[in-house]
Nanobody
Framework: QVQLVESGGGLVQAGGSLTLSCTTS????????MGWFRQALGKEREFVAI????????DYADAVTGRFTISRDNGKNTMYLQMNSLKPEDTAVYYC?????????????????WGQGTQVTVSS
């Protein structure tokens, strides 16, 4: 069983920055592809960014490309999402997720483990 805990959410003005962290339990963090997803109020959860097991490849949703950066530190069992130039439309609950595979795509069904989410609110 893998437990994921997100942190770093909060309230920020448009144009500002936040860094989210996702810390995992267990000793096999490096065996999982990881991802960030988000769900705005009244909307479906959507893909934000993914990173393969060693951080060697990443992918981003078009809406965040160029503004967000996903990274991971396998020595610390932690994944990060650096969010810059935030917009009000980035307001959502952000979830981290782990796939029991070294490489995984953006489909939610590939991710077996999920955190409880952290709220990000961007004011205009």
């Amino acid at each position: 069983q893998v437990q994921l805990v997100e942190s770093g959410g909060g309230l920020v003005q448009a144009g500002g920055s936040l860094t989210l962290s996702c810390t995992t339990s267990g000793r096999t963090f490096s065996a999982y592809a990881m991802g960030w997803f988000r769900q705005a109020l009244g909307k479906e959860r959507e893909f934000v960014a993914i990173i393969i097991w060693d951080g060697g490849n990443t992918d981003y949703a078009d809406a965040v490309t160029g503004r967000f950066t996903i990274s991971r530190d396998n020595g610390k069992n932690t994944m990060y999402l650096q969010m810059n130039s935030l917009k009000p439309e980035d307001t959502a609950v952000y979830y981290c997720a782990a796939a029991r595979a070294l490489v995984a795509g953006p489909e939610e069904s590939l991710y077996e483990y999920w955190g409880q989410g952290t709220q990000v609110t961007v004011s205009s």
